[in-house]
């Protein structure tokens, strides 16, 4: 689907390709701090990204700028659930089940956040699931309590909270119902 932004530029929202990899590789080095510190799904080089999508289990999903030919969001579909995340869930009495729940990553590039992109790339990833058997969407090692933006963004989408953690940061779990 293609998103024209407030600024008008066009934002094609579509799964990620082989071939995209060396400009996800540009986009993610280029992350700030902050974000890579709340965004870490699997390390940001390109050997790593080819070796996370080696198997073909995960999907990735791109906002990508039309006009300048770049990419300015990307999130992860897991099919399943991490086993840290997983063990979290069963002590909250909600075990998961790897064949119908998935995890999900998101990001936006800093320039471009709070323009719209994260919502409608989620509105893309909600519809594309809604046709598999997928049932439950978890957030990937869950949130950081202070990451207010992702927190608003989540209860926007219909994510519940469901418990707490602690890494070297306070953490919530949060996960919506396909
Ligand atoms: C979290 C993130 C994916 C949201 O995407 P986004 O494109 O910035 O969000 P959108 O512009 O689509 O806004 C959607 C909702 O998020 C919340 N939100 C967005 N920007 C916000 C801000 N500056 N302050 C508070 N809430 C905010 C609001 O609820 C907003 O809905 P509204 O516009 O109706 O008020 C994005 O900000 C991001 O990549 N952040 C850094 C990486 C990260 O934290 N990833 C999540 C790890 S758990």
């Known amino acids: 689907m293609i998103y024209t932004a407030k600024n008008k530029a066009k934002i094609l929202i579509r799964k990620l390709e082989t071939t995209d990899f060396l400009k996800l590789n540009s986009y993610l080095e280029n992350l700030s701090e902050a974000s890579k510190k709340r965004f870490g799904p699997h390390p940001f080089d390109l050997t ?41 869930y069963t002590n909250y009495n909600l075990p998961l089940n790897q064949q119908t729940d998935v995890t999900f990553a998101p990001s936006v590039a800093d320039t471009w956040q709070s323009q719209g992109v994260g919502d409608t790339m989620f509105q893309f990833i909600h519809a594309e699931l809604r046709k598999t058997q997928a049932k439950r969407i978890i ?23 469901v418990g707490e953690f602690s890494t070297s940061v306070e953490n919530y779990d949060m996960y919506l119902e396909v």
Do not use: C, M, P
């Not at 957030?139 to 909270?161: D, M, P, R, S």
């Open 48 to 88: 790593s990204i080819l070796a996370f999508y080696e198997h073909g289990y995960d999907t990735g999903y791109i906002g990508y700028d039309l006009d300048k030919e770049e990419i300015v969001a990307y999130s992860i579909i897991k099919n399943g659930v991490l086993d840290d995340d997983n063990n979290r």
């Open 139 to 161: 957030l990937w090692a869950g949130v950081q309590a202070t990451n207010e933006k992702a927190i608003n963004y989540y209860k926007k989408n219909g994510f519940k909270k």
